[in-house]
């Protein structure tokens, strides 16, 4: 039976590769804002979960980084060092900002890091010096920033006026709609201005005492919050999820609704053209599971062969989308390949039941009579 299935696509090239170029298309409307949507979601979930913080202290009423405001006084990490059960207590600064980028005003959200316990460092380094050994005056730029303004290790950047030298290049600090910048605590206090003001203390914790030290910890600091690094990052990736999961939604129908009717109106066009051997088949006690089954054949065929180019042509978008549009991230977590596969294999069932209809409609009888 799949001999007349591959005999069938086969036979009519043109239509078997436009249910093929369907599928694609569909594949492709499903996997690539899911790429975009995770190039967001991971790296707004590693910047809490990678920066030295296991506990963050925040201010009351601020959830994620990107839509609430943090602003808590300054000179507190002694206090909260001294917390039983806290290995390292930090503060940083985390500014929203234009700076000025070979005569270009960009938006970035620079970081203002502390150098001696590594808080607020970037978690991923591609090139240059390590945040532990920058100097004042220095700072990392995010890769797909430097690279959309064209910019190399001992260039020069703007920050509110003041000249900084490029030393380090990061990685994986893209969140599509910004980047994050990073220079040292003591640089930002002093190009901001940020006076007795921080954004953010992170507590690492020694094994097993988060809950004292989210105890213990929670009235030291004036109008603020202690609250795990897991809580930050589910915050930031519900802002990504409410703005992108309905776009995502309507693209995954729409993706489903083109493979479904692609596949459908080839199969069935197939099935009517050979209305004469089906009816053959039937007339000679082919049973009509057996010939369900060529129907379905030829539907499993498309789609998998569709989503087999599809994700080729996501990994070429992918590479080549990176020297096009720099700031777009796409980051697909293997399962989800598996579950885009179960679409496609729903398309080929989906698109079988109108060609099957028209099987079960054929009278073997006015076959021989014709």
Known sequence: MISISRKNLLAEKVKFATSVGGVTFSILVIVAPLGVYFGSIIPSRDLPLKTGGDLWVIQKGSADLFHTRSLLLDGFADELGKVRGVKNASSILSIPTRIEINNEKVTTVVLGFDQNTGAGTPWSLFDGKTPKNLDSGEVILDRSLAF???????????INDEVFKVAGISLDTNVLVFQYTFITKTDAQRVFDSGPIVNYYLLEVEPGNSDNVLESA??????????????????????????FLPIISILVF???FVGVTVIGITVYSTTSEKSQEYGVLKAIGIKSGKLYRIVFEQAFISSVLGFVVGVGLYFL?????????PAVNFELPAKYYLYVFVIALFMSVLSSFVPIRKIDS????LVFKS
């Open 148 to 158: 959309a303004y064209g910019v190399d290790l001992g260039d020069e950047v703007v």
């Open 218 to 243: 929670k009235n030291i600091v004036p109008d603020s919050s202690v609250v795990e690094n897991e809580f930050i990052a589910d915050s930031n990736e519900k802002v990504i999820k409410d703005s």
């Open 254 to 256: 729409i993706g489903l």
């Open 317 to 325: 978008i992918e590479v080549i989308a990176f020297y096009i549009v």
């Open 362 to 365: 054929i009278d073997p009888a």
